[in-house]
């Protein structure tokens, strides 16, 4: 699974830092490393919403506050574990 966080001027004023670290943790704490590729890109060209986040392509816009239930309904839950 592809997992994509926008690193952008925008997406960093709305906290992707958080977002990210946020993720690794929860991909570390299920087990996911070797299946989940969490890496950064800069604009993603959607800057009006929160911070900007594609799982497999699929967009999403995520705040700080909303990942950990963001990490259960689109990754954890889309895992066959």
């Known amino acids: 699974m592809d997992?994509?966080?926008c690193i952008g001027s925008s997406c960093h004023l709305k906290g992707s830092r958080d977002v990210i670290q946020i993720l690794e943790r929860n991909i570390?704490?299920?087990g996911l490393k070797d299946q989940v590729n969490l890496r950064g890109s800069?604009?993603?060209g959607r800057c009006q919403g929160g911070v900007s986040?594609?799982?497999d392509g699929k967009d999403f816009s995520?705040?700080?506050s909303?990942?950990?239930e963001f990490?259960?309904?689109e990754i954890l839950?889309?895992?066959s574990i």
């Open 71 to 73: 990490f259960n309904r």
């Open 53 to 55: 986040v594609t799982v």
């Open 66 to 68: 909303t990942t950990e």
């Open 77 to 79: 839950g889309r895992m």
């Open 62 to 64: 995520v705040s700080p």
């Open 28 to 30: 570390a704490l299920n």
């Open 42 to 44: 800069f604009c993603m």
């Open 3 to 5: 997992v994509v966080v």
